[in-house]
């Protein structure tokens, strides 16, 4: 994998002591204030899109996993870059003792081919580098472990729209600098491009700062 497209400072921040913030400084402040899109909307996108064998990627603390409402008892696989991530969500979901795979999306997934009934992936792609057509093979990456009718979805910031506040510009511009997050360049017409290539039915929602996505296979 070229320089420009390393994936590893858009996981490498995420310590022990960073999760243990992530909840209150992210999802209550920033998701809500700076990105104007309540968690809420994102558990509803979960709510509507999760099956009985669910694959989530970029998990982080498990937040949505442990909200969302299931069609039934489900059979959890977590995956991520990140060790931390993994043990932070799989405590938190132990209930459905989840199984954990730490791989990077951006390359070959090692798990069975058309096993999953939805995949989630919220708040991974700003975390990517990269533009959407290089982001676009997490899509060609999973697209074979989905089941026919598998929904993938999320959320992601878009960096270029117009009209972000001025507490979203400065984190922006901090996390782009630091490469936590490469998404300057990230527009609804990428996404939607992106999501196009690899599925027929896709829809984006547009709240704040925000994308909701949800595509079908
Ligand atoms: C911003 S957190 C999102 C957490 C959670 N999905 C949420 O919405 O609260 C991003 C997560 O993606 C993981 N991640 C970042 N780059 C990744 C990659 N290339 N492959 C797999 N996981 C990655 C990070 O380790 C982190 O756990």
Redesign the pocket.
């Known amino acids: 994998m070229s320089a420009h497209l390393d ?1 590893v400072p ?2 490498a921040v ?1 310590s022990p002591a960073i999760l243990a913030i ?1 909840n209150t400084a ?2 209550r402040v920033s998701q809500p204030l700076a990105w104007r899109c309540p968690s809420s909307r ?1 558990v509803a996108l979960y709510d509507d899109h999760v099956s009985t064998d669910h694959l989530d ?5 498990g ?2 996993l442990d909200r969302c409402t299931y069609p039934g008892p489900p059979r959890l696989t977590l ?4 060790r931390n ?1 993994l043990g932070k969500a799989a405590r938190r979901l132990a209930r459905y003792a989840p199984e954990l795979k730490q ?4 390359e070959p997934l090692d798990l069975p081919e058309e096993s999953f009934g939805s995949v989630g992936m ?3 792609l700003h ?2 580098p990269g533009r959407f057509s290089d982001k676009a093979v997490v899509f060609e990456n999973i697209k074979p472990l989905m089941r026919p009718g598998a929904w993938v979805f999320g959320s992601t910031v878009l960096g270029a729209l117009p009209g972000h506040n001025l507490f979203g510009r400065a984190i922006l511009a901090s996390y782009n600098r630091k490469g936590i997050w490469c998404n300057r360049e990230d527009d609804l017409a990428g996404l939607e491009t992106a999501l196009r290539q690899h599925f027929d039915v896709v829809h984006v929602d547009v709240v704040g700062g925000s994308a909701l996505f949800r595509a079908q296979r």
């Open positions: 994936p858009g996981q995420y992530y992210v999802l994102v990627i970029g998990v982080g603390t937040y949505f995956l991520d870059m990140n991530s791989g990077n999306v951006m919220n708040c991974l975390c990517l």
